[in-house]
Nanobody
Framework: QVQLVESGGGLVQTGGSLRLSCAAS????????IGWFRQAPGKERDFVAA????????AYGDPVKGRFAVSKDFAKNMVYLQMSNLNYEDTAVYFC??????????????????WGRGTQVTVSS
């Protein structure tokens, strides 16, 4: 099974940017879709973005459209989440996950069966 490790989180000021990385060990991302989710204290895990490793399908949650971009690097077997124009509401633990969701289920955390431990993103005002 793919082991996922997120990195790149940290403390950033409002309006700033961060790039999160999702690394896979044990096998490649081939055949998977990779989702990014986030969870703030006391809240449910929300969909952020997703991308198919094989193919160009991407999707974004409404709160991040136009500010976040998901991408992949075949050579490095990495998936990235570029986050720009961050605000306080983006503060959360960010997780990457793999699975085989159909496109219409990209947003559904239950469609992913393998999760990393998350990386904390804190946006200060």
């Amino acid at each position: 099974q793919v082991q996922l490790v997120e990195s790149g989180g940290g403390l950033v000021q409002t309006g700033g940017s961060l790039r999160l990385s999702c690394a896979a060990s044990g096998r490649t991302f081939v055949g998977y879709s990779i989702g990014w989710f986030r969870q703030a204290p006391g809240k449910e895990r929300d969909f952020v973005a997703a991308i198919r490793w094989n193919g160009g399908n991407t999707a974004y949650g409404d709160p991040v459209k136009g500010r976040f971009a998901v991408s992949k690097d075949f050579a490095k077997n990495m998936v990235y989440l570029q986050m720009s124009n961050l605000n306080y509401e983006d503060t959360a633990v960010y997780f990457c996950a793999t699975g085989h969701p159909i496109t219409s289920q990209f947003h559904n955390p239950q469609a992913y069966n393998n999760w990393g431990r998350g990386t904390q993103v804190t946006v200060s005002s």
